[in-house]
């Protein structure tokens, strides 16, 4: 029984400690759940501190995920649980960002508060056209979507000039109104002609009758080329302006011909044109180059192209042979001049060929040395395009002169001083020489050839010679006093004759002092008068005209 007590006893004690175990647990367990919600609260509103809750930004600036957090974080990123936004697009967005362990969200306010800015456009419409307000403006700036529409619709049936205000709105209900200009042309915009058919008439630009006319004059434009005129009129005492476009669709017609001849000569697609009918000009080219030393016929291709495009393709043939003959000179003779003379070698030489296309005629007086007595070879190459060439080589003789310059030239002068005034011009200057050498040389049947000094000499010292003492006196006298001449000689045949050009100050005219049975007087003659004259006295005066083609 005893023990029965005890043992109770000993249970209750037991018991009793493990009840206030228990309750200590309790207690401990207590305060920690309240320090755990403490530490939860207390970083929550850690967290959502890091963040702004609201984000108001103008239309069109750009928004990044740092923008949301009070310490910027470029790593930082939209979860997949945001809103999608556009910064074009007024309005309120939900987002979350997330920058390291943590996520924040926010709300995003776009919002437009500026205005459209443009730039107002004039508008130029025909009769009958219209348009939206969007042809009346460019330009437009703005963050968000713009609404064009007119404040008052224009009246598009009216034509003339007026003012159009267009509206602009943008999504933020921000409005902007600009003026701008209203053409309403009676006139056509643009008007096309075909090139060659002349000045169109005025009712084919006309959208409306009316009381009209040209302000452009149409007749000074050319039909003839491809282009875009402006042209303008008057409708109605308002001026208009319009384009006419002159096109030309037609190709051309064209005609060509075969063409023979020797072969390696250049040959131009003109060679085989007969004639070229279009309204515009026309050029012609070979469709693939000839082969111009193919010996035989072959087919050329000619393409004719016109100012507006249009190509006609005409065929001809080529037919080329091969030329093996040589060029053949004549008239190169040996020459005899004095010392400190000039030469003219090609005088009186002549070049021939069957094919003269493309000759090459040259004279090869490298071994020459005017200024020394001696004879020397003169070369005379003619070499024709096909490679064939000729040659021949004569002998100039260089003669020391007997009779000085200088002592010609004192001559000259003492005449001169004794028949020449300073107050006299060009013209009377040569007539004075011209009657002094007809009254102070006397004529004679023969003098020496090839040296005019000694010639002078003879006339001005000795004062008789023939028509070689008489031009070279006369040169020697014109060229001290001034005037500009030069020598001039009959075509050779069984009797030669020499004479003077003068210049004195209208050109070119022949000046001849030999004396003649009819008293003719030869003093600044035209080439058609001494021509007349050649004619009825045998040719007296017959020469190389093209060698002298200033002659008037």
């Known amino acids: 029984m005893q023990e029965t007590v005890e043992n109770e006893t000993i249970l209750i004690k037991e018991r009793g400690k493990k009840a206030k175990k228990k309750k200590c647990r309790g207690i ?3 305060g920690g759940i309240l320090l755990l919600m403490a530490a939860c609260v207390g970083g929550w509103f850690y967290v959502d501190s890091l963040a702004y809750h609201l984000c108001r930004v103008e239309a069109g600036v750009s928004v990044t995920p740092s923008d949301f957090l009070k310490n910027p974080d470029g790593n930082a990123f939209f979860t997949e649980n945001s809103q999608p936004f556009s910064v074009t697009e007024p309005g309120e967005y939900r987002v979350e960002v997330k920058s390291g362990w943590f996520v924040h969200k926010s709300t995003l306010v776009v919002e437009d508060t ?28 703005d963050a968000t979507a713009v609404e064009l529409s007119f404040d008052a619709t224009p009246d598009f049936a009216r034509a003339g000039r007026q ?84 096109v030309d669709t037609v190709p051309p017609r064209a005609e060509v011909r075969d063409v023979e001849g020797f072969a390696v000569l250049l040959r131009q697609p003109e060679d085989f044109v007969v004639g070229i009918e279009d309204a515009t000009e026309v050029e012609a080219r070979f469709l693939e ?18 100012r507006g495009g249009n190509e006609t393709i005409k065929t001809a043939t080529l037919t080329l042979e091969a030329d093996t003959e040589a060029p053949m000179i004549t008239g190169a003779r040996d020459l005899l ?45 003619a070499v024709d395009a096909a490679g064939n060439e000729t040659s021949v080589t004569v002998n100039l003789t260089v003669a020391a002169r007997l009779y000085s310059l200088e002592e010609v030239n004192a001559l000259a002068d003492a005449a001169l001083a004794g028949i020449i005034t300073p107050d006299m011009s ?94 003719t007087v030869f ?18 005066h017959n020469y190389d005209r093209e060698a002298y083609p200033e002659i008037n």
Request: proline share 4%.
């Open 163 to 246: 003012t159009v205000r267009v509206a602009l709105t943008d999504r933020g209900g921000n409005q902007t109104v600009v003026e701008a200009e209203l053409l309403v042309s009676p006139v056509l915009e643009e008007l096309t002609v075909e090139a060659g058919q002349g000045p169109p008439e005025i009712r084919e630009f006309l959208l409306k009758e009316g009381e009209a006319a040209f302000v452009t004059r149409m007749d000074s434009l050319d039909y003839h080329s491809v282009g875009d005129c402006p042209v303008s009129l008057r409708v109605d005492g308002e001026v208009y302006s319009s384009v006419l476009h002159i």
């Open 426 to 519: 060009e013209r009377d200057k040569a007539w004075a020489i011209y009657t002094y050498v007809r009254r102070n040389v006397g004529y004679i049947n023969h003098s020496e050839k090839g040296d005019w000094v000694r010639a002078a000499y003879e006339g001005l010292a000795k004062r008789q010679g023939d028509c070689y003492v008489y031009a070279c006196t006369a040169k020697a006298l014109l060229t001290r006093a001034g005037i500009k001449n030069m020598d001039i000689a009959k075509i050779p045949t069984k009797r030669e004759h020499y004479w003077n050009l003068v210049d004195v100050g209208d050109g070119w005219y022949h000046f001849d002092t030999t004396p003649r049975t009819d008293h």
């Open 523 to 540: 003093f600044l003659w035209t080439d058609a008068e001494l021509m007349e004259y050649s004619g009825i006295h045998y040719r007296s």
């Open 337 to 381: 001049i004095y010392m400190g003379d000039s030469v003219s070698y090609r005088k009186n030489v002549t070049v021939q060929d069957n094919c003269p296309d493309g000759l090459q005629f040259t004279v090869d007086t490298s071994g020459v040395n005017l200024g020394e007595a001696g004879v020397y070879p003169v070369i005379y190459r």
């Open 289 to 306: 180059e000839p082969n111009l030393e193919y010996i035989g016929t072959q087919q050329v291709a000619i393409v004719f192209t016109d």
């Open 28 to 30: 401990l367990m207590g």
């Open 114 to 141: 500026i205005a459209p800015v443009c730039n107002a456009v004039p508008v130029r419409l025909e009769l009958g056209e219209n348009c939206g307000p969007e042809r009346f403006v460019e330009n437009i700036t």
